[in-house]
């Protein structure tokens, strides 16, 4: 089943002779439950086609869909909603609130909707990131390894269609970059979530059922790499 569509993905930045066309004519789709990796040298346009993807920016051509719908179809609002509700974002610096708990951290995106916490899914969650004992630490009192767990937790706690991480390993050591990634790919298998990942770290880009590289703003490869 096709969770998600991009069709003809352009973006360009800048005008005259500073423009620069981070993504040009970029069209996949990826099925549900499915493992990507996406790579390619700095400047190839993967942050953005992450960014439109999940709904941090408008495309300056094209269409993405997730589960059917058009996602630039929608207004400010319910775009604010889908990126709530739809998306987990994870990114290479953590961007947790410095004076809220793990626990206040991870459910802020719940409390933010205006819903309950799903406490049940919270304490498996805590239990999976090895963080029970943790959760009234504020980020200043854990390591990167386990600040980089929290961000997991808080993009996995609204049961996201998409979880979609860039270079979440980038800014940690290589054991606990293998932490981070063995949570992610558990988190795709027992949840069934779509997880899209950009790295530079080809043993993480391996472990991914497909690879996606991109270079100067276009797909140059498309490959299935595991079953």
């Known amino acids: 089943m096709e969770i998600l569509k991009v069709e003809h993905l352009s973006k360009i930045y800048g005008t005259g002779e500073n423009k620069v066309h981070a993504l040009r004519d970029v069209s996949f789709s990826v099925r549900k439950g499915e493992f990507v990796a996406i790579i390619g040298a700095s400047g190839s346009g993967k942050s953005t086609l992450l960014h439109l993807i999940g709904g941090v920016d408008r495309p300056d051509g094209g269409k993405v869909y997730v589960d059917g719908k058009d996602v630039y179809a929608q207004n400010e609002e319910a775009l604010a909603i889908f990126r709530r509700r739809q998306v987990g974002l994870i990114y290479q610096f953590y961007n947790l609130i410095p004076v809220l708990n793990v626990r206040e951290n991870m459910t802020l995106p719940v409390l933010m909707d205006h819903r309950e916490v799903n406490e049940k899914r919270f304490e498996e969650l805590i239990e999976m990131l090895h963080l029970k004992d943790r959760q009234n630490h504020l980020p200043n009192q854990l390591s990167g390894g386990q600040q980089q767990r929290v961000s997991i937790g808080r993009a996995l706690m609204n049961a ?10 980038g800014n940690l050591d290589s054991e ?51 079953r």
Do not use: C, M, W
């Open 160 to 169: 996201p269609a998409l979880v979609l991480a860039d270079e979440p390993t």
């Open 176 to 226: 606990n970059s293998s932490q981070i990634i063995e949570l992610l790919r558990f988190s795709n298998q027992k949840y069934r979530q779509t997880l899209i990942v950009i790295t530079h770290d080809e043993n993480i880009a391996l472990q991914a059922d497909r690879i996606i590289e991109l270079a100067d703003g276009k797909i140059v490869r498309d490959e299935v790499s595991r």
